[in-house]
């Protein structure tokens, strides 16, 4: 069984901290680059971080880089994000997916579902006090 499986989200206050995780299972991450995405309700998804399994090069997009910090566990077979100052703007469904691309080519080039392998199916974000 090869999946992704996100989990970690729920409801926090503003002002909070959140770490989501990825897992994967059926296959390793050591030759894959996991993105993060962010789907706000009613808009599009989008990338917010990527991470190389090979060599930890993370890349964040501009809305976001002050605030959450994209980590990795190979040995675990996981990817991490971690939240901070969670704003009522972060409410959403945040999702992993793998590709063979490198981070940096990912960070770089207009995004495409066609450069993943494997998707998660996300878990939900709410920033409310």
């Known amino acids: 069984q090869v999946q992704l499986v996100e989990s970690g989200g729920g409801l926090v206050q503003p002002g909070g901290s959140l770490r989501l995780s990825c897992a994967a299972s059926?296959?390793?991450?050591?030759?894959?680059?996991i993105t993060w995405f962010q789907q706000r309700p009613g808009k599009e998804r989008e990338e917010v971080s990527c991470i190389s399994f090979s060599d930890g090069s993370a890349y964040y997009a501009d809305s976001v880089k002050d605030r959450f910090t994209t980590t990795k566990d190979n040995a675990k077979n996981m990817a991490y994000l971690q939240i901070h100052s969670l704003k009522p703007e972060d409410t959403a469904v945040y999702s992993c997916?793998?590709?063979?691309?490198?981070?940096?080519?990912?960070?770089?080039?207009?995004?495409?579902?066609?450069?993943?392998?494997?998707w998660g199916q996300g878990t939900q974000v709410t920033v409310s006090s």
């Open positions: 997916a793998a590709t063979r691309l490198s981070s940096i080519t990912v960070a770089r080039r207009p995004h495409s579902d066609r450069f993943y392998d494997y």
């Open positions: 059926g296959f390793t991450l050591d030759n894959y680059t």
